[in-house]
């Protein structure tokens, strides 16, 4: 009974912890944004000519299809590797800054729900990125958990017979 306390109380910690290392993110981000934030004139010019993606050349495209005979890609066993240890996930599709502005934006990479890449990506760095949109905090092994995905970064914690301790990668 007193370990499932301490655990309880760790886990409750470990979210305390996750919540203000990403508010401090957020703080961190949307500071830097405000700073670089470019000149009106020039997000003007910015905005008013978008370029949409070009096409894939024949040569991209021939060498980016070889790869799907390179490589076991109907093997599905990294995908539930992925998975593994999964507790949660922030339900939120965006995380925002104090003046909400986005910080990292999950939904602009529901792209990457297509299985198939396409003709412009290496099917291998399609597979990649495709991984890493698995993102939420997961036990590792006991007494370790990691939140994984809110942005480019592992945050990982270690729950000490004293406390909580972490490392972010």
């Known amino acids: ?3 499932k306390r301490r655990f309880s109380a760790a886990l409750i910690a470990l979210t305390i912890v996750f919540c203000v290392s990403m508010a401090g993110a957020a703080w961190a981000a949307d500071t830097a944004q405000a700073a670089n934030a470019p000149h009106p004139a020039k997000k003007a010019a910015v905005q008013a000519a978008p370029e949409g993606p070009k096409d894939a050349t024949p040569a991209t495209a021939a060498a980016n299809l070889k790869v799907y005979d390179l490589l076991p890609f109907q093997n599905l066993e990294d995908f539930d590797n992925a998975q593994r240890g999964f507790i949660a996930k922030l339900e939120e599709p965006a ?6 502005w986005k910080i990292w934006d999950f939904e602009g990479y529901s792209f990457l729900s297509n299985d198939k890449a396409p003709a412009t990506v290496n099917p291998s760095l399609w597979r990649q990125a495709r991984l890493n949109m698995n993102r939420g905090l997961f036990k ?3 007494r370790i958990y990691q939140v994984r995905g809110n942005d480019l970064s592992n945050m990982s914690f270690i729950v000490g017979d004293t406390g909580i301790s972490r490392s972010i990668r």
Do not use: F
């Open 95 to 100: 995380i925002l800054g104090p003046s909400g």
């Open 140 to 142: 590792v092994a006991d």
């Open 1 to 3: 009974m007193k370990a």
